[in-house]
């Protein structure tokens, strides 16, 4: 079962879609969410990166400022500035 | 009678070129309301989103953030206003600014002292020439504002609002924009950005019932990143809808304008006709009357 997840900017939608597992760094420590991941909401490091990984492929985005909150209906990433890369 | 003609084609020259003016601006705007609509669309998904987490975080957490608290005894109030930064937009920015005294004459019965931040030449003006303080002043960006520019307005709000009341901070932050509702309404109205007004019904929220978050690290530590975000996001999309309908009210002024020159036109080309034929009748008859009078004097 795939996890909705989406990369925001204030400017625009960077990137979203169905992944298999995501991963970014929070001011705790790296943090990878699977599907039925309990919600949570927390602050990435800035000028981290978050992995998407959806298929075989792997998607990265350079994130600042930015938040994680993970709840039943998927995964937003909630970023000051977002570039994929 | 010639002179009146030249006088007539003279004017008509002149509101052929204002109309010329009138309409590449009402064309102008016209496609600007559609990209600022669609900026306005595309920057949606963060700020519902923002919005949404951060009513999750309120309604689960006893904790008093400056975010959602109201504090005790209000004494100053921030009121950020955006205008335009061009005239010929019709009532757009004097309709902001009448909203915007009502909000500060309703902050004043409340005993609150209003402090102005105005976005936008035209409230800028409007207030020095009344000779009022003004706590911020910003110009430049009001019918294409970038992100960058509601950061900037952002931050001086957010210093003051976590100011300590001696330094000059303020309790509470309005803001007034102008609201889109559609090509041709447009309604300012005055919205309290902080503390924030969390709506409290026994709906369900909209996309589901709002989730019992986890914090990482804290959940103190993630109000506090949150509250500038917040901020902002409110901030850059009440200046993009104002955008909007900056386009939208200037887009319209500037077809009444252009109806009007067509009208001018009709009504002078009508003028300048009837000056030619008088001009000619004239002429035939002191042809005529000068032929009448050689042939009995010969």
Not at chain 1, 19 to 36: I, K, N, Q, Y
Not at chain 2, 197 to 207: M, R, S
Not at chain 2, 291 to 296: D, I, R, T
């Amino acid at each position: 079962m795939p996890i909705r997840v989406a990369i925001v900017s204030p400017e625009q939608e960077v990137w979203s879609g169905d992944a298999d597992m995501v991963v970014a760094r929070t001011t705790e420590g790296d943090l990878g969410v699977l599907p039925g991941h309990v919600p949570l909401l927390g602050v990435l490091v800035p000028g981290g990166t978050v992995r998407v990984k959806t298929g075989g492929r792997e998607i990265s985005a350079q994130v600042d400022g930015g938040f994680i909150s993970v709840t039943h209906q998927g995964v937003s990433i909630l970023a000051e500035t977002a570039t994929l890369s | 009678m010639a002179g009146q003609l030249r006088e007539y084609r003279r004017r008509i020259r002149s509101v052929q070129s204002t109309k010329k003016i009138t309409r590449a601006m009402e064309l102008i705007a016209a496609s600007r309301i559609a990209k600022a609509r669609a900026r306005v669309a595309a920057a949606r998904p963060y700020a519902e989103e923002i919005t949404r987490v951060i009513e999750a975080v309120a309604s689960q957490t006893t904790i008093s953030h400056p975010l959602t608290t109201e504090r005790p005894q209000p004494a100053r109030a921030a009121v950020v206003v955006i205008t335009s930064d061009r005239g010929l937009a019709g009532g757009y920015s004097s309709n902001a600014l009448r909203r915007t005294n009502e909000l500060i004459e309703l902050l004043r019965l409340e005993g609150k002292e209003p402090e102005l931040h105005v976005i936008g030449r035209k409230g800028v003006g409007y207030y020095r020439f009344r000779g009022r303080a003004m706590s911020g002043e910003y110009t430049g960006f009001s019918e294409q504002p970038s992100y960058a520019d509601a950061k900037s307005v952002a931050d001086a709000l957010i210093a003051s609002f976590v100011a300590a009341p001696e330094d000059g901070g303020v309790d509470e932050i309005h803001v007034v924009h102008t609201e889109y509702v559609s090509a041709i309404a447009q309604n300012p109205v005055a919205r309290r950005l902080l503390p924030m007004v969390l709506t409290e019904t026994d709906e369900p929220p909209a996309g589901g019932p709002l989730p019992q978050y986890e914090f990482e690290p804290s959940a103190e530590a993630v109000l506090d990143a949150l509250l500038p975000r917040y901020v902002e996001s409110r901030l850059y999309a009440a200046m993009l809808e104002s955008a909007a309908s900056e386009s939208a009210a200037r887009q319209r002024a500037m077809k009444s304008a252009t109806d009007n020159a067509e009208d001018l036109i009709r009504s002078y080309s009508r003028q300048a006709n009837r000056a030619r034929q008088d001009a000619i009748t004239q002429e035939i008859s002191e042809i005529v009357g000068g032929a009448n009078a050689l042939a009995s004097a010969s």
